[in-house]
């Protein structure tokens, strides 16, 4: 293999440098960079993220990325020159100077690839190809010399995959109750005889097996809040009782998460416990998620013949080629690339999903391949399902089949469970929703490419034959058309609104700018108000919207009655797939009626009295100052009111467990008082089993709390010069955490570069071009990176050894001053409330820190007002210091070295 002759260009913070088509690598300026790049097509790996280290956006060239996924899809790659080295078995770069080398020598070795006959991932390589070559692509004329055409015509994408089976039903689970031995057998033979034999892992796996008793009253689930610190290893603890019931009773265990690392955590250590087929050749274990995540082959075919256009069709290009290659068709952190997405529009990637819920089922020329009905089908036949916490509660809230809904159910990550619910049951009347549903019922407005069309399109049939339904979906359509429409956010900033409902935004603008004190409309944040205290004219604003929505409910309701008069009584012209078309449009339906009916109650309570059920307010969403929605939010006061009704009441055994879930580390019985109250389980008058199961690390050797308390509160500057010289004491491995963007957003303008230059990366979330998902893997993959980021990466990051060994808080959590939160905080006990939620952040980042026995680490918090009742939210033992930033800079480079604590300003936390 040799150099691929074309030049090469790599970015950083450090500086450019380009190495020419004969091999001279020379530094330059981002001036002569951006005019090398106009000149001619070159060589760069992320071109996105070059562009912005370059300062130019409109910049492009020969991607290796996009190369990548066309020769490997569905393969994972980390997007750095060094990650990139790893996948291909190249020598990594020991510089940036040497990563134009490294660039030409993996385009060379990916074009080489092609012209293998080991190439793993020929087939269909050709077919795409060619339309490729149509598109232009960069890479297609180096392509197209490497890649045969086939001796025999290559199938076509949809008819190469495979079709699902259909099963007959799974009777009802037997009755059993789980012998402890032969739970603790399935453990010891999921952690292999050599494994260290952990005995709270065992007293935490036979706990886990009271989920699965028999229920003795209806309606009155088994509930066990089960606290496991890090490192119990609570994962093969919950899969042996939950394998040994499934294997008994011939019954499904669903197991839920928040992140999607542990999800693939659980895909991973399920394989112990399951083999990756039964002998059926059916999937014991289904990693399950909601429809808004997988491919539509609908709507992929409909932007390979033309439905995207320009760059979008390229991604639809590789798309198409990925979707051969891939486990389940999961878009959306499966084996799609997240970078994928940035390398071109994170929007032609949801515009291939379902996220409108348009699918027509058995309408559908792919209803049989098609992936979302592929793990429906496989999860109402597995002994496991993986799925995350909003799926399970969408699920039960507005599943299409009961039958298949959960009834053993283990939510790990149980602090999340609230967060989860609270946006499941929530309502919001905004632009944006209710142009989506304007859309559903018309089709997307004049001068939109592609299929996506109204109801009367889904339902021709019914259009056509049926007079009853026609009239309905006519009188829908009529109403519909009150909806707003495109450009409303440019009309309602120069108060021209047209119709009811962007009349009845714009009013909702000017009350909220009217009346908004959160200081957030110099910062450009978004902006809210209570809905109380409000005008007459906005309450009859209100009122004619109200009436709009249920002249738009009413026909649709109509239109549920006859669907169902047809299917009860089918008239002649209604066929196989016609039938399947209007299941699938009934629950659909459904689900719009109840979406108007909630906006209705929404707005009809706004000239009355308040429901304390609820909280609602009134918002102005923005990003960068610039508007992105409008409108009415409602909240349940407590989401988990609703989900002790849908998702605990109908189910027999739940667990909800977590490394924090009690409040703190206090040996007190009142820590559980919260978490009790946050499992819902008071909603239906159970009282939850309760256990905990303490951590096995050695928290005073392994880790140290260091409290810096002469930084300044509010000193962009002081603020960004600490971040600098940790990062720098460390050598990399820093993990930043932020409690607001802007000064994210600072502290790495004025940072990145220098460090750089120091050979120390520095990656950001909302700065960098990159998907989270993306920015951990390159975090993990470099132990000189730093990474800095905001509520996702405090606990969605699970980054064990070397990689991660100091983290940093730029202050104390405080919970944002929001008109939800102010309701929450007076009825959750007021600052204590906010002690509670504070407590939970600073456990659940300090969490990210020892993730086996082997770490060590600072956890830095940069506060000079840390109050001491929030230090029992650390594990005990764990030693905790006040000091200055130069001691914490002395402490941090020397590493963790436990010491007795016996200075006054020092303290290990005794809890
Ligand atoms: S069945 Fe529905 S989701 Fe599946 S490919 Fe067809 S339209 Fe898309």
């Known amino acids: 293999m040799t150099a691929l002759p074309l030049p090469a260009i790599h970015a950083s913070h450090g500086g450019c440098w380009l190495r020419d088509a004969i091999g001279v690598t020379r530094g330059l300026g981002k001036g002569e960079a951006i005019m090398a790049a106009a000149d001619t097509p070159l060589l760069m790996l992320n071109a996105p993220l070059v562009a912005t280290r370059l300062g130019y956006p409109d910049l492009s060239g020969l991607d290796l990325l996009e190369l990548y996924a066309f020769v490997h899809p569905a393969r994972f790659v980390v997007p750095t020159p060094k990650g990139l080295a790893t996948a291909l078995g190249l020598a990594e770069p020991a510089g940036d100077d040497e990563v134009p080398a490294l660039l030409q020598a993996a385009a060379a070795a990916l074009l080489d690839t092609c012209e293998s006959p080991d190439w793993p991932e020929r087939e269909g390589a050709w077919s795409v190809l060619q339309s490729l070559v149509r598109m232009r692509w960069p890479w297609a004329g180096p392509l197209s010399a490497r890649i045969a055409q086939p001796d025999r015509a290559e199938r076509w994408l949809f008819s190469k995959l495979p079709e699902w089976e259909e099963a007959p039903e799974r009777p009802q689970p037997a009755q059993v109750t789980l012998d402890e031995q032969a739970v603790l057998d399935r453990l010891a033979a999921l952690t292999g005889d050599s494994a260290e034999q952990r005995p709270s892992q065992r007293a935490y796996a036979a706990e886990t097996a009271h989920a699965f008793e028999p229920r003795r009253r209806e309606a009155a689930p088994h509930v066990l809040l089960t606290q496991a610190g890090t490192g119990i290893g609570k994962t093969l603890g919950y899969l042996a009782p939950a394998s040994v019931w499934a294997q008994q009773s011939g019954g499904t265990v669903w197991v839920s998460t928040f992140t999607k690392a542990l999800q693939r955590q659980l895909r991973r250590e399920s394989r112990r416990a399951w083999p990756m087929h039964r002998r059926d050749g059916s999937p014991p274990v289904v990693v399950r998620k909601g429809r808004e995540n997988y491919l539509c082959l609908l709507n992929l075919e409909d932007a390979l013949q033309g439905g995207f256009g320009g760059r979008a069709a390229i991604l639809a290009q590789l798309v198409a080629r990925w979707a051969t290659y891939t486990q389940d068709g999961d878009m959306i952190g499966g084996d799609l690339p997240g970078w994928l997405g940035t390398l071109f529009r994170q929007r032609g990637i949801t515009s291939l999903t379902d996220r409108r819920g348009e699918c027509v089922y058995a309408g559908c020329p792919h209803y049989r391949k098609c992936f979302i009905e592929r793990a429906a089908r496989n999860s109402a036949q597995a002994d496991l399902v993986i799925a995350n916490h909003a799926l399970v509660m969408v699920n039960a809230a507005r599943g299409r089949d009961h039958a298949a809904r959960p009834t053993r159910l283990i939510f790990d990550e149980g602090h999340h469970v609230f967060e989860a619910a609270d946006s499941t049951f929530a309502a919001a009347l905004t632009g944006a929703e209710t142009i989506e549903l304007k859309r ?55 108060n021209v609104p047209v119709g009811p409902l962007e009349e009845l935004f714009a009013g909702v603008r000017a009350t909220v700018y009217a009346r908004d004190e959160s200081g957030g409309q110099e910062a450009g944040y978004g902006l809210e108000t209570e809905a109380a205290q409000l005008e007459g004219p906005f309450i009859e604003q209100a009122q004619a919207a109200e009436a709009a929505l249920a002249e738009l409910r009413q026909p649709l309701m109509r239109l549920g009655l006859r669907l169902e008069a047809l299917l009860e009584e089918p008239p002649d012209w209604l066929d ?42 009134l918002a102005v969403e ?85 409290i810096v308390t002469d930084v300044p509160k509010g000193d962009i500057p002081a603020l960004a010069a600490a971040y600098g010289r940790l ?185």
Do not use: C
């Open 440 to 494: 559903w019922v018309l089709g997307p407005e004049r001068g939109s490419k592609g299929r996506r069309r109204g109801l009367s399109a889904r339902l021709a049939d019914i259009s056509s034959y049926d007079e009853q339904g026609a009239k309905a979906i006519a009188a829908a359509a009529h109403a519909a058309e009150a909806l707003p429409s495109d450009g409303w956010l440019q009309r309602l900033s120069e």
């Open 576 to 617: 196989g797939p016609g039938r399947a078309r209007i299941e699938g449009a009934r629950h659909s339906l459904a689900w719009r009626i109840d979406l108007l009916s909630a906006w209705e109650a929404l707005l009809h309570r706004l000239g009355g009295p308040a429901d304390p059920e609820f909280v609602d307010w």
């Open 622 to 706: 923005r990003g960068d100052a610039r508007e992105f929605d409008i409108g009415l939010h409602r909240r349940w006061l407590d989401p988990m009111k609703p989900f002790a009704r849908t998702v605990l009441e109908p189910s027999h055994g739940v667990m909800l467990t977590s490394a924090t879930l009690k409040d703190g580390h206090g040996a007190s019985g009142d820590d559980w008082n919260a978490a009790i109250a946050r499992s819902g389980t008071p909603h239906i008058g159970i009282a939850p089993r309760l256990s905990a199961f303490e951590s096995p690390f050695d928290y005073g050797a392994q880790a140290e709390v260091l």
């Open 727 to 911: 990062i720098e004491a460390t050598g990399g491995g820093v993990l930043g955490l932020f409690t607001a963007i802007r000064r994210l957003r600072a502290v790495y303008g004025r940072i990145a570069d220098r460090l750089a230059r120091g050979g120390l990366p520095l990656f950001a979330q909302h700065v960098d071009p990159i998907d989270t998902g993306t920015l951990v893997d390159i975090f993990r993959d470099d132990p000189r990176a730093s990474l800095l980021g905001t509520d996702a990466l405090r606990d969605g990051v699970d980054v064990p050894g070397h990689s991660l060994r100091l983290v940093v808080m730029e202050q104390v959590p405080w919970p944002k001053p929001s008109i939800l939160h102010r309701a929450r905080r007076l009825a959750g006990g007021g600052s204590a409330h906010d002690d509670r939620i504070i407590r939970a952040r600073l456990a659940q980042a300090f969490g990210r820190l020892i993730r086996s026995r082997e770490d060590h680490g600072h956890f830095v918090v940069l506060s000079s007002a840390f109050p001491s009742r929030l230090l029992s939210a650390f594990p005990p033992g764990t030693p905790v210091r006040r000091l200055t930033l130069d001691e914490a800079l002395q402490r941090v480079a020397s590493g963790v070295s436990p010491a007795p604590v016996t200075t006054d300003t020092s303290s290990s936390n005794p809890a």
